[in-house]
Each structure stands twice: as C-alpha cells, then as structure tokens.
C-alpha cells in the first residue's frame, strides 16, 4: 500500500460547526504533515507530526486543532471557521522526520479534501 | 527564513526540452524537491537532490548546486500532457527541519 488517504473528499460547512478531516496511510511512515492550498498558490505547511508527536505548528489559528491518535491516521479538526479558511486541505507522508537524505524524505500526499466555509 | 524563486509561467512546444529553474535561501539545507501538479489535484513527487549534481530519471531530470542556491529541472520530449505546475521545494532548518514550497511555474505545452 503506496498511498495517502482522505476523507472526506469535498466538505461545505457552515462558521459554527464542528467537522474533522481525515488522513491514513500505511506505509509505515513516521512523519505526517498537513498543507493548506489555496488557488493557484503553493502549499503552505500548517502541521508535522513526528513519531505521533507534534513537532511544527506554523502559527496556525487554533479552529485548526491536529491529532495523530497513532502512526497511521492524521485528523484535523475544524470549529468555527471562516470563510477565508476554504482551501484545499492537503495531508502529506514521509518515511522519517529528521535528516536522513535519499527518498527517506520524499513527502507522499493524499488527494486532500477541498472545503468550502459559508 | 527560507525563500525560493522560480518563475511563474512558460510555454514550450511538443516534443522540445524545457529547462525549469529554482534558486532559494535556507538556513541548514537539507534537500531540494520538485514536484508535478496538475490543476485540482494533489502534488506528486518527480525528483530530490540532496548532493551537487545531476539526477537523471527517464524524462525528467534535475540538477542542484548547494553553493549556488540553484537547481533546475529538465523535462524531455515533452508531452502535451506535462501541462501542469512544477513545485520547487526545499528543506530546510528554521526551527525543526521542514519543507517550504516555491509559487510554482505553470507550464503550458502547446502542438
């Protein structure tokens, strides 16, 4: 199994309600990131997650709340949002987290979810 | 903090080579990305240089110099369907390590 999952693929939701992304993947990796993207912009680092540890949280506001319940699955939790938040909602792999060079640090990414605020 | 430039569109024939460039700053360099992105779909990965040099892969390849702050990637016999952006992406120290995406160069293959 070579692959990033998400679901939900699409998510519209409305500036008082609670939702949760989610992410899987079971190549064994130990580093898991979340991106956001917007249109025609590269992806902007949000969160890494390193051996289930939170290791980098760019600044991000807190109706963005990460989880890593173990290795394999990555959630993100959304409350209270804005409409600006809508995006692409990108979650990412890699082998290793630390300085390892070669493919160790290839990052795999899932579809991502595309979400609409209202 | 990190930067990275690459330009923002090019258009290039069918069957021709285009040669697509990155330049960056970093702090702890640890590795250049480019990745393949089509419109509305998730990034996929093409190449990573960590040492100076050329890395061939079918294709597609990509060279890096580390004193330079330069890397580039070359796409061969280009195929109407290699219409898509093209990410450079560096890791580097700022903090923890972590991977910073340029704007990306929307590249247009026309007949």
């Known amino acids: 199994d070579t692959e990033v999952t998400q679901t939900p693929k699409h998510l519209v939701m409305g500036m008082t309600n609670k939702k949760s992304l989610k992410c899987e993947q079971h190549m064994g990796h130990r580093a898991m990131y979340w991106y956001k993207q917007k249109a025609k912009k590269p992806p902007e680092l949000m969160f890494v997650y390193s051996y289930e540890k939170l290791s980098i949280n760019e600044s991000v506001p807190s109706r963005f709340s990460p989880e890593c319940p173990n290795s394999s699955l990555l959630n993100l939790h959304l409350h209270a949002l804005q409409p600006e938040d809508s995006a692409l909602y990108l979650c990412a792999s890699s082998q290793f987290p630390g300085t390892g060079g070669g493919s160790y640090n290839e990052q795999f990414f899932g579809p991502g979810t595309r979400l609409t605020v209202l | 903090g990190q930067n990275i430039d690459q330009p923002t569109e090019m258009t290039a024939t069918e069957g021709a080579i285009v040669q697509i460039n990155c330049t960056y700053q970093?702090?702890?360099?640890?590795?250049l990305f480019w990745y393949q992105q089509h419109a509305g779909e998730a990034p996929t990965f093409l190449s990573y240089?960590?040492?100076?040099g050329l890395e061939e892969k079918g294709r597609f390849s990509s060279f890096l110099s580390r004193s330079k702050g330069y890397s580039y990637l070359l796409l061969k016999e280009l195929q109407m369907k290699d219409s898509a952006s093209y990410l450079c992406?560096?890791?580097?120290?700022?903090?923890?390590?972590?991977?910073?995406f340029g704007a990306g160069t929307r590249l247009f293959v026309k007949a």
């Open positions: 992406a560096v890791r580097g120290r700022d903090g923890g390590f972590k991977t910073i």
């Open positions: 970093t702090s702890g360099f640890n590795g």
């Open positions: 240089n960590v040492l100076d």
